[in-house]
């Protein structure tokens, strides 16, 4: 890997692959053909057309999306998709439900409250977040009348992440899930959701784009004052070409999705993920105590993982140490503090190695 770059742990815009970032320099002034570069193409022209094309297609090979679904590449974030989803899919009096497993998930049902009428029907702040519920217990708190049960599948900030998905209740509801900083990290059963959003800022690109992937049936009832960009049913019938899309970041993702392919698809890219996360976890349970991850075991997250000292004292020398030695970003979120090491599909396994590394050097060094 290039000397000039750091290990960087960042929770988003997160680190990306080197290869990847190599291929967009190669084609940075010209892309193939075409005499310019992606960021001055017509979004309507052919070249463009055949890189979101590509993108999408690759992501539908990627996460086996069945043909009743569309793929969307929208702006605004996954903030917007807060909105947008009671938007689409509820009148305002309609019955939605909200598991808050972590501080986008509520994010997600204060948003809905705008729109449409959610319940949150479990919640684990007063556990801080450390928690998943268990499906028998969703399964009595679930309101059989909800139009969706909407989960953030990987919580950014507290690292709880859901290793299987709860059923609705409703049998004509369906599964919602902010999978913004899971997504494509391992393989999903797309049929069991009626909705999966993500910025791709994580594991699959720079900001700039959200990708969608929607059930069709689900589309065309948007409340009458949804604002165009935010109508799933016009964004599907322009295929993401209503207006400018956001045409750079939507080719660095197609580069990203040609490159997990190539790493032989995400079976392979989860057992990588399993890997790197195992060695940090068991770095932190090895500790005695010294390191801490508040997380319940069973549902620690694969992509972020979150720790304190015993010393708490010591965590800003840690993180400047660890700056020193070209491994960036490991601040904990200003909400819980401590450390967080996000480590997505990119980051690899030397980086988290050095991490570990460093660890127990720094324990050894302050114990
Ligand atoms: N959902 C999750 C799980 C996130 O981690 C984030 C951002 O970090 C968001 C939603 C918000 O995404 P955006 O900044 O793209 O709106």
Same mark, same amino acid.
């Given at each position: 890997s290039s000397p000039d770059r750091v290990f960087n742990f960042a929770p988003g815009p997160a680190t990306l692959p080197e290869t990847v970032l190599k291929k967009a320099e190669s084609e940075l002034y010209v892309w193939r053909d075409s005499g310019m570069s992606v960021m001055e193409m017509s979004h309507r022209g052919k070249d463009f057309l055949s890189i979101i094309q590509k993108a999408e297609s690759d992501l539908r090979t990627l996460l086996d999306i069945p043909e009743e679904y569309h793929v969307l590449f929208l702006q605004g974030g996954a903030t917007t998709q807060f909105a947008a989803l009671p938007l689409n899919l509820c009148k305002p009096e309609d019955q939605v439900d909200y598991v808050v497993t972590g501080s986008w998930g509520d994010k997600a049902f204060k948003e809905a409250q705008k729109f449409c009428t959610p319940n949150v029907i479990w919640s684990g702040k007063s556990e801080k977040y450390t928690k998943i519920p268990s499906f028998s217990e969703l399964d009595q708190l679930q =309101?059989?009348?909800?139009r969706y049960l909407h989960i953030c599948s990987n919580e950014t900030i507290h690292g709880v992440e859901f290793k299987d998905y709860p059923t609705p209740k409703n049998p004509n509801g369906v599964l919602i899930a %902010? !999978? $913004? $900083? =899971? *997504?494509?990290s391992k393989p999903v %059963? @797309? $049929?069991? *959701? /009626?909705v999966i959003y993500a910025g791709a800022q994580k594991n699959v690109g720079p900001s700039g784009v959200t990708i969608v992937i929607i059930r069709k049936d689900l589309i065309g009832n948007a409340q009458d004052i949804t604002p165009v960009m935010l109508d799933y049913k016009i964004q599907a019938e322009n295929n $993401?070409?209503? =207006?400018?899309?956001?045409c750079y970041a939507i080719y660095m993702c197609g580069l990203v999705f040609e490159d997990l392919l190539e790493q032989g698809g995400l079976k392979e890219v989860e057992k990588k993920n399993k890997k790197k996360a195992e060695i940090l976890y068991n770095a932190i349970e090895e500790s005695n105590g010294f390191y801490r991850c508040p997380v319940e075991k069973s549902v620690r997250s694969l992509m972020n993982v979150p720790f304190t000292l015993e010393k708490s004292e010591l965590e800003g020398e840690f993180i400047k140490e660890a700056a020193k030695e070209k !491994? @960036?970003?490991?601040? /904990?979120?200003r909400s819980v503090g401590g450390m967080r090491a996000s480590i997505y599909n990119a980051m690899s396994l030397a980086g988290v190695e050095k991490l570990v590394a460093f660890m127990k050097d720094f324990q050894s060094r302050h114990a």
């Amino acid at each position: 890997s290039s000397p000039d770059r750091v290990f960087n742990f960042a929770p988003g815009p997160a680190t990306l692959p080197e290869t990847v970032l190599k291929k967009a320099e190669s084609e940075l002034y010209v892309w193939r053909d075409s005499g310019m570069s992606v960021m001055e193409m017509s979004h309507r022209g052919k070249d463009f057309l055949s890189i979101i094309q590509k993108a999408e297609s690759d992501l539908r090979t990627l996460l086996d999306i069945p043909e009743e679904y569309h793929v969307l590449f929208l702006q605004g974030g996954a903030t917007t998709q807060f909105a947008a989803l009671p938007l689409n899919l509820c009148k305002p009096e309609d019955q939605v439900d909200y598991v808050v497993t972590g501080s986008w998930g509520d994010k997600a049902f204060k948003e809905a409250q705008k729109f449409c009428t959610p319940n949150v029907i479990w919640s684990g702040k007063s556990e801080k977040y450390t928690k998943i519920p268990s499906f028998s217990e969703l399964d009595q708190l679930q =309101n059989p009348h909800a139009r969706y049960l909407h989960i953030c599948s990987n919580e950014t900030i507290h690292g709880v992440e859901f290793k299987d998905y709860p059923t609705p209740k409703n049998p004509n509801g369906v599964l919602i899930a %902010d !999978m $913004s $900083s =899971n *997504f494509c990290s391992k393989p999903v %059963d @797309v $049929s069991r *959701f /009626g909705v999966i959003y993500a910025g791709a800022q994580k594991n699959v690109g720079p900001s700039g784009v959200t990708i969608v992937i929607i059930r069709k049936d689900l589309i065309g009832n948007a409340q009458d004052i949804t604002p165009v960009m935010l109508d799933y049913k016009i964004q599907a019938e322009n295929n $993401s070409l209503y =207006n400018t899309p956001p045409c750079y970041a939507i080719y660095m993702c197609g580069l990203v999705f040609e490159d997990l392919l190539e790493q032989g698809g995400l079976k392979e890219v989860e057992k990588k993920n399993k890997k790197k996360a195992e060695i940090l976890y068991n770095a932190i349970e090895e500790s005695n105590g010294f390191y801490r991850c508040p997380v319940e075991k069973s549902v620690r997250s694969l992509m972020n993982v979150p720790f304190t000292l015993e010393k708490s004292e010591l965590e800003g020398e840690f993180i400047k140490e660890a700056a020193k030695e070209k !491994m @960036v970003q490991l601040k /904990g979120h200003r909400s819980v503090g401590g450390m967080r090491a996000s480590i997505y599909n990119a980051m690899s396994l030397a980086g988290v190695e050095k991490l570990v590394a460093f660890m127990k050097d720094f324990q050894s060094r302050h114990a």
